[in-house]
């Protein structure tokens, strides 16, 4: 069945440090992939999404592109500020996989001043 | 309101209470959805309503959780003679088209933390 596994946290960075998170995919067919963001004391939030390969999805500074052939999804961000201090979720739905959303199992990012 | 809200936020249940969990979708939204999240970890699929009707019920852990939209709008996830692996975060989103196409976002409620002693 479809799975997400995406790196294991927490990771620490300093402010303006760079930022990747690796996620990867297994799914039947052509999924979408998303970034889901959970801050501190808030609910998931989308983040980011890209519906087909090759596609860069973008918000906020975050990037993440849709590679077909590594099935990957990792979220990149190029100075990362004291407020990105929240936790990170790698997602797929496909459209052969029903009506699930898979998550993966998160990643908490610290930045520090 | 504008956004999804879940009540209540937080319940304490005994073992083999019956609990019940109530989500208020966006006005519109289509697609509901439910998961349980454990601590530490992603949000697990439990079901899917399109509308009025459960079209995915296949993350339901066992016959103890129930739920139902019945005039596609509020839901409610019951959870009947809970046992002390129900305690999560149960989660609530909808989404305003149909869940299996390109993937619309998902907005999602606060959560109800269920605790079971």
């Given at each position: 069945g479809n799975s997400v596994t995406q790196m294991e946290g927490p990771v620490t960075l300093s402010e303006e440090a760079f930022l990747t998170i690796n996620c990867t995919y297994t799914a039947t067919g052509y999924p979408s992939l998303f970034w889901y963001v959970q801050y501190p004391g808030e609910g998931l939030q989308l983040l980011l999404k890209a519906t087909k390969a090759d596609d860069k999805g973008s918000n906020k500074g975050f990037e993440a592109t849709y590679r077909k052939e590594t099935t990957s999804f990792h979220l990149e961000k190029g100075s990362v500020q004291v407020s990105d201090s929240a936790v990170y979720f790698c997602a797929l739905s496909g459209r052969t996989g029903g009506f699930k959303t898979i998550f993966g199992a998160g990643t908490?990012?610290?930045v520090k001043a | 309101g504008a956004g999804v809200s879940?009540?209540?936020?937080?319940?304490?249940?005994?073992?083999?209470?019956?609990?019940?969990?109530?989500?208020?979708?966006?006005?519109?939204?289509?697609?509901?959805?439910?998961?349980?999240?454990?601590?530490?970890?992603?949000?697990?699929?439990?079901?899917?309503?399109?509308?009025?009707?459960?079209?995915?019920?296949?993350?339901?852990?066992?016959?103890?959780?129930?739920?139902?939209?019945?005039?596609?709008?509020?839901?409610?996830?019951?959870?009947?003679?809970?046992?002390?692996?129900?305690?999560?975060?149960?989660?609530?989103?909808?989404?305003?088209?149909?869940?299996?196409?390109?993937?619309?976002?998902?907005?999602?409620?606060?959560?109800?933390?269920?605790?079971?002693?």
């Open positions: 908490r990012l610290f | 879940q009540s209540p936020r937080y319940k304490v249940a005994k073992r083999g209470q019956d609990v019940a969990l109530r989500c208020d979708p966006i006005s519109g939204h289509v697609s509901l959805f439910w998961y349980q999240q454990a601590l530490g970890q992603g949000p697990e699929f439990l079901t899917y309503f399109q509308n009025e009707a459960q079209l995915d019920k296949s993350g339901l852990p066992s016959d103890r959780f129930f739920a139902e939209r019945p005039e596609g709008s509020v839901s409610t996830l019951k959870i009947q003679r809970t046992q002390q692996e129900d305690s999560a975060v149960y989660l609530c989103a909808s989404s305003l088209e149909i869940a299996g196409g390109e993937g619309d976002e998902q907005f999602f409620g606060p959560g109800t933390r269920l605790t079971v002693l």
